[in-house]
């Protein structure tokens, strides 16, 4: 992985927390299968599951910590009007893929692609700062890749996350 994918944000940035329309709430255990369903569906074969039972291993790999230990305060699920889980920020206590990454780590944004648009990726990316702003992180950082949206390039810089500087 080179250093052109990696986006560092140092906290606190100097945004406000805005009060969001999209309600979130800490992701859980139990919301494995619904977020291997929204996982599926959200990311091409190529790039995420290939079916539900890989989107269902790949949900309990990272509930397990096979992606580095989950920051359960820092990640979190967005919920419809009728409180369905729409989407997932997962978060780990630091990249497991790179030495000397700072701070708290991004492994997955998805959002289920109906509910796309609409804010409730910007809520999962701002609840997750303002989680690791409590806890006096420094930095939240993440990767962007081959299965990263425009929309998902442009949240990441409208929110302040930069390419950090050699």
Known sequence: MSTND???LALPHGLASAA???TTRPVATTDR????????AAYPAQIGAADLADART?????????????RFDASGVSLDRHGEVTGAILVTTRSIWD?????PFVIDLF??????GHGHGR??????IDACTATGDETLSLRVGEGTTPAAHALYASLGFATPVA
């Open 123 to 128: 809520a999962l990316v701002q609840a997750a």
């Open 6 to 8: 990696l986006r560092v």
């Open 111 to 116: 959002v289920d692609p109906t509910a796309q």
């Open 58 to 70: 790949e949900m309990d790999a990272t509930f397990a910590g096979a992606y580095g230990t989950l």
């Open 33 to 40: 299968d619904r977020l291997a369903d929204i996982y599926l």
């Open 99 to 103: 030495e000397g990454v700072p701070g």
């Open 20 to 22: 969001a329309s999209i």
